[in-house]
């Protein structure tokens, strides 16, 4: 099995338990294909870089998870199905990006932080 992560917009005329209900669909196709689901992350409504669909706005999500290839097919092939899903982007992850993955989770690049001395003795 390898590590994976997907990224997936979804369509922001959805309301918050539509898209709860989408998001738990992916994450559930993934368990009944024996994924090991590792980190789920709702970044909730962001803008777009350029609009798709004529919308300027989305609902952003994030899945990282151990799986067959065969497994990403399958669940490539319900994002294209979902009429929900503007875009998505699935990456196959190597050492390095599963240690950044393992910092990112534990906080270690949030802004919100306590200053450095640096930045407190400015």
Same mark, same amino acid.
């Given at each position: 099995?390898?590590?994976? @992560? ?33 980190? $789920? @992350?709702?970044?909730g ?14 609902f952003?999500?994030?899945? $990282?998870?151990? &799986? ?7 669940? $490539?092939? @319900?994002?294209? /199905?979902?009429?929900?899903?503007? /875009? ?10 599963? @240690? ?9 690049? /949030? ?9 407190? &003795?400015?």
């Open positions: 099995m390898k590590n994976y @992560e997907t990224v997936f917009i979804l369509n922001p005329v959805l309301s918050e338990e539509q898209m709860k209900d989408t998001v738990k669909k992916f994450v559930q196709v993934l368990t009944e294909g024996d994924a090991e689901v590792i980190n $789920e @992350e709702q970044w409504l962001r803008k777009l870089a350029y609009p798709i669909q004529h919308k300027s706005t989305g952003y999500n994030l899945v $990282e998870f151990k &799986a067959d290839p065969q497994l990403v097919d399958k669940l $490539e092939t @319900e994002f294209r /199905r979902d009429e929900a899903v503007m /875009r998505f982007l699935t990456t196959a992850l190597d050492k390095h990006a599963l @240690e950044y993955n393992e910092k990112r989770r534990k906080g270690a690049f /949030r802004k919100d932080k306590k200053k450095t001395k640096e930045e407190a &003795a400015s």
